[in-house]
């Protein structure tokens, strides 16, 4: 039901009550929570202590201006460079997608990490929050390399989760900090930002990520907060029946619902499966205000866990592993230590 932040390096007393909580259902990490492959090992085994069944652990390792776990992983470049190579060499930018998602994956499964919040599907037409975090701005490109995305990250052993539905991409605000509204009606956004959601999810993908944007000409509320973005369009047009998470309840955006408990409620009445509370400081307010609901199903966590996973030492002595990295230097990234 809930998937929650902590506080620091290592589980607090407070950090170990919630994860106990049966309204919590994994955890999310930051840059906040790392400071060595060492430090993370530890603190992912002590969140392991405190569930036996299944708890994805999960951050945003999608490369560029947004990756958690730095000292000692891969520097992943932005997204954007792949989408750059696509207009010089599909084939090629095809083949990086893949690269890009194995050994970001594979790195986080060699941590015991089950899920990065990745491939971002939203079309690079300017957003301050999307900018380089993106593919590119023609939707058919973006459905080809999120689809490679997959591939890659599949045979890592991780699921996908496609985010910002319904796209986030081709407006100007950045939800961290401001409402954000986008005018275009559905037959508009069906021939645009929704055309990658509805390929990837034809290739698979385990999961998606709601945007805390409103869409008035179709719903007066925000994606993740409408039955009509979730359930109508979603699940019933485009047939999807994977885990739908929330976006952070802590972001400015999310706060046209009220307070904790009218948000955490708004996203589970609307159908999202999973809600997203990254600030320690809200956790207590979103459990209490959940107490009573049915958890999500153990079936739709199992999806999220990752299913392949070695050693470190294995990852970097396999050959494949520095051939990708290389690759990926020579794009923009950096090799792992």
Not at 181 to 210: Q, S
Not at 217 to 226: E, H, T, W
């Amino acid at each position: 039901m809930l998937v929650i932040g902590l506080e620091g390096l290592e589980l607090t007393v407070a950090d170990r009550r919630r994860l106990r909580a049966r309204e919590v259902s994994g955890a999310i990490l930051f840059s906040r929570n790392f400071a060595s492959r060492q430090q993370l090992g530890e603190l992912v085994a002590a969140i392991r202590a405190e569930r036996d069944e299944p708890f994805p652990i999960c951050v945003d390792q999608e490369g560029g201006p947004v990756q958690r776990f730095r000292e000692g992983f891969t520097r992943l470049p932005p997204l954007a460079r792949i989408g750059e190579l696509h207009e010089r060499d599909p084939a090629a930018a095809v083949r990086m997608a893949e690269m890009h998602a194995w050994v970001m994956a594979s790195e986080l499964r060699a941590n015991d990490v089950d899920l990065s919040f990745a491939p971002v599907v939203d079309l690079a037409r300017g957003n301050r929050a999307i900018g380089e975090r993106a593919f590119h701005a023609d939707p058919g490109v973006v459905s080809e390399l999120g689809a490679a995305y997959l591939r890659g990250m599949r045979l890592a052993g991780m699921a996908a989760t496609l985010k910002h539905f319904p796209g986030h991409g081709s407006i100007a605000e950045d939800t961290h900090f401001d409402a954000a509204t986008d005018p275009r009606d559905l037959e508009v956004l069906r021939a645009t930002d929704l055309i990658p959601f509805a390929d990837d999810f034809e290739a698979g993908a385990e999961a998606v990520m709601l945007a805390h944007v409103t869409y008035p000409a179709v719903d007066a509320l925000p994606a993740g907060y409408s039955k009509v973005w979730i359930q109508d369009v979603l699940r019933h047009e485009l047939g999807f029946d994977g885990v739908v998470f929330s976006d952070d309840i802590g972001m400015a955006a999310a706060e046209s619902a009220g307070g904790v408990n009218a948000r955490v409620n708004a996203h589970l009445d609307a159908g999202c499966d999973l809600v997203l509370v990254c600030a320690p400081s809200l956790a207590d307010e979103a459990i209490q205000s959940v107490r009573g609901r049915d958890p999500c199903a153990p079936e739709r966590v199992r999806k999220l866990c990752g299913a392949v996973a070695g050693t470190w030492q294995s990852l970097m002595d396999n050959p494949q592993h520095a051939s990708f990295v290389a690759a990926l230097r020579e794009l923009g990234g950096e090799r792992a230590t």
